[in-house]
C-alpha cells in the first residue's frame, strides 16, 4: 500500500512568530536576525523582504542596505522554542508518527489517518486551520508517497500552501524541476551536473546509474534514486526508532548467491550492532530486495520470542531471501533488512538456554574486538572481504 506522507512547515517563522506578537508589522517588510549595526546574518525574512531581495544568511549590513525600510528584530529563541512545541503538539494530534527537523517543519506519516476526514488534502486543510486557529502561524504542507517529493511539493507552494502530488504522479512532478531542488543536490553537485549538460530532475533521472554514481559516488545513488522519485526513507521520531534498516546496492546488479548471502550477513550485523547498541531485541525481521528494473519487494516474518542475535536475524532473512530466489530469479541491486516491533531488553526465560546465552557472548566479544581494532578486524566464517 503507498504511504501518504506530510512534509508541514511554518512559513518565514521567526518573523511571523514576532509578527503574532506584534500585529502591526503584518504585511511589511520584516528581518529576523539581530542588530543591523552589528556583524550578523538574517536568519528570516518576511516574504514581502524577499520580494525586495533579502534571503536567510545574507549579512545584515546588505540587508540593511537593499531595503532600509524594513523593521530588523533581534532574534528571541525562547519565543520560537514555545511556537515550536505548540506546533510539534498539534500535530501529534493527528499522527503518531511525526518525524520534527528543527523548530518548524516535520515530516508526519498519516497512511490511514486520512480516513474520518475524508482525503489526505481534507487531513492537511483540518492542521493547517488548527495551527492557524492556535498559533495564527500558517504553514505550507506537501503531500506525497515518501518523504523527498513531499518535502520539494511544501516548498514549492509556500506560502499557506498546500499540494498534493498523486500516487503515481512523483516523476511528471519531479520532471521539470531544477536539480537543485533535490535535498543532496548543493551548489557543487548542481555545477557539475550542468557541466554533464543536466539542469532538470528529469535529465538526471534519465541518466544511467552507472554514470552519476561514478561522478558521486554514494551520494551520487541517492540523489539518482529521488530523481526517480524513489525514497525508502521512513518517518521516525528521533531517538526512538520503531524499526532499524540498512541496505546495500550492489555496483552491479547481480543473482550471486554468495555476493547476496555475503551481504545480507553484513547487513544482519549492522542492524544487529545497534539494535544492541539500543538496548532492544527485535520481534520481525523484513527483507528488501530491489530488481534490476526497479521493482522493490518486501518479506517479512514474525519471530517465536523478540531477539537481538546477529545469528538469529541473518537465519531467518536467509529464509525470507530464498523464499524469495525460489520465486523470482531477477538481478538484484539492492538488499536490506528491517528489524522492528522492538522490545526492551529485559531478561527472558530463554535467557537460561546456553547455546543462546553463548550466542550472545559471541556477538559481545566480536563488537569489542570491532570497537578496538576497527569493523574488518573480525568476521564470521562465510563473510567475503
Ligand atoms: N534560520 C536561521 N538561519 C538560516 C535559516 C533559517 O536562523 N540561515 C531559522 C529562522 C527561520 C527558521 O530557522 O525562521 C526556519 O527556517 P526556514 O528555512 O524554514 O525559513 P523560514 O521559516 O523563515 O521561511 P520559509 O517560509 O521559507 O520556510
Ligand atoms: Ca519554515
Known amino acids: 500500500?503507498?504511504?501518504?506522507?506530510?512534509?508541514?512547515?511554518?512559513?518565514?517563522?521567526?518573523?511571523?512568530?514576532?509578527?503574532?506578537?506584534?500585529?502591526?508589522?503584518?504585511?511589511?517588510?520584516?528581518?529576523?536576525?539581530?542588530?543591523?549595526?552589528?556583524?550578523?546574518?538574517?536568519?528570516?525574512?518576511?516574504?514581502e523582504a524577499r520580494r525586495l531581495g533579502i534571503h536567510a544568511g545574507m549579512p545584515l549590513s546588505g540587508a540593511r542596505h537593499l531595503c532600509p525600510q524594513a523593521t530588523f528584530i533581534r532574534a528571541n529563541f525562547s519565543r520560537y522554542r514555545d511556537a515550536s512545541t505548540k506546533f510539534m503538539e498539534i500535530l501529534a494530534d493527528f499522527s503518531p508518527q511525526i518525524e520534527p527537523l528543527g523548530l518548524d517543519e516535520a515530516y508526519l506519516d498519516v497512511t490511514g489517518c486520512e480516513e474520518p476526514y475524508g482525503?489526505?488534502?481534507?487531513?492537511?486543510?483540518?492542521?493547517?486551520?488548527?495551527?492557524?486557529?492556535?498559533?495564527?502561524?500558517?504553514?505550507?504542507?506537501?503531500?506525497?508517497?515518501?518523504?523527498?517529493?513531499?518535502?520539494?511539493?511544501?516548498?514549492?507552494?509556500?506560502?499557506?500552501?498546500?499540494l498534493e502530488v498523486a500516487p503515481g504522479g512523483?516523476?511528471?512532478?519531479?520532471?521539470?524541476?531544477?536539480?537543485?531542488?533535490?535535498?543532496?543536490?548543493?551548489?557543487?553537485?548542481?555545477?557539475?551536473?550542468?557541466?554533464?549538460?543536466?539542469?532538470?530532475?528529469?535529465?538526471l533521472a534519465s541518466v544511467p546509474l552507472d554514470v552519476v554514481r561514478e561522478q558521486f559516488g554514494a551520494i551520487g545513488i541517492v540523489i539518482h534514486s529521488y530523481a526517480k522519485g524513489i525514497d525508502d526513507r521512513r518517518v521516525e521520531a528521533?531517538?526512538?526508532?520503531?524499526?532499524?534498516?540498512?541496505?546495500?546496492?550492489?555496483?552491479?546488479?547481480?543473482?550471486?548467491?554468495?555476493?547476496?548471502?555475503?551481504?545480507?550477513?553484513?547487513?544482519?550485523?549492522?542492524?544487529?550492532?545497534?539494535?544492541?547498541?539500543?538496548?532492544?531485541?527485535?520481534?520481525?525481521?523484513?527483507?528488501?530486495?530491489?530488481?534490476?528494473?526497479?521493482?522493490?519487494?518486501?518479506?517479512?516474518?514474525?519471530?517465536?520470542?523478540?531477539?537481538?542475535?546477529?545469528?538469529?536475524?541473518?537465519?531467518?532473512?536467509?529464509?525470507?531471501?530464498?523464499?524469495?530466489?525460489?520465486?523470482?530469479?531477477?538481478?538484484?541491486?539492492?538488499?536490506?533488512?528491517?528489524?522492528s516491533n522492538l522490545v526492551g531488553k529485559e531478561k527472558q526465560l530463554h535467557m537460561f538456554n546456553s547455546n543462546i546465552e553463548k550466542l550472545e557472548h559471541l556477538n559481545g566479544a566480536i563488537e569489542l574486538i570491532r570497537r578496538k581494532y576497527g569493523p574488518t578486524a573480525i568476521k564470521m566464517g562465510k563473510d567475503i572481504t
Open 1 to 47: 500500500m503507498a504511504r501518504c506522507i506530510f512534509h508541514i512547515d511554518l512559513d518565514a517563522f521567526f518573523v511571523s512568530v514576532e509578527q503574532v506578537l506584534n500585529p502591526k508589522l503584518k504585511g511589511k517588510p520584516v528581518i529576523v536576525g539581530g542588530d543591523p549595526e552589528r556583524r550578523g546574518v538574517v536568519a528570516s525574512a518576511s516574504y
Open 170 to 203: 512523483e516523476q511528471d512532478f519531479l520532471n521539470p524541476l531544477p536539480v537543485a531542488k533535490l535535498p543532496g543536490v548543493g551548489k557543487k553537485t548542481e555545477q557539475a551536473l550542468k557541466r554533464m549538460d543536466i539542469s532538470t530532475i528529469g535529465e
Open 238 to 339: 528521533p531517538g526512538e526508532p520503531k524499526s532499524i534498516s540498512k541496505q546495500i546496492t550492489f555496483a552491479k546488479d547481480s543473482l550471486d548467491r554468495r555476493l547476496l548471502e555475503a551481504n545480507l550477513r553484513w547487513v544482519c550485523q549492522e542492524v544487529g550492532e545497534e539494535l544492541r547498541c539500543r538496548n532492544k531485541r527485535a520481534k520481525c525481521v523484513a527483507i528488501r530486495l530491489r530488481y534490476a528494473d526497479f521493482k522493490t519487494i518486501t518479506r517479512q516474518l514474525t519471530l517465536k520470542e523478540a531477539s537481538d542475535g546477529n545469528q538469529v536475524i541473518f537465519t531467518t532473512a536467509l529464509q525470507l531471501l530464498n523464499k524469495a530466489l525460489a520465486q523470482q530469479r531477477k538481478p538484484i541491486r539492492l538488499i536490506g533488512v528491517r528489524i
Open 119 to 162: 482525503s489526505p488534502e481534507k487531513l492537511a486543510l483540518a492542521i493547517k486551520e488548527r495551527i492557524h486557529k492556535e498559533l495564527k502561524l500558517t504553514a505550507s504542507v506537501g503531500i506525497a508517497t515518501c518523504k523527498v517529493v513531499a518535502k520539494i511539493a511544501s516548498e514549492l507552494c509556500k506560502p499557506d500552501g498546500l
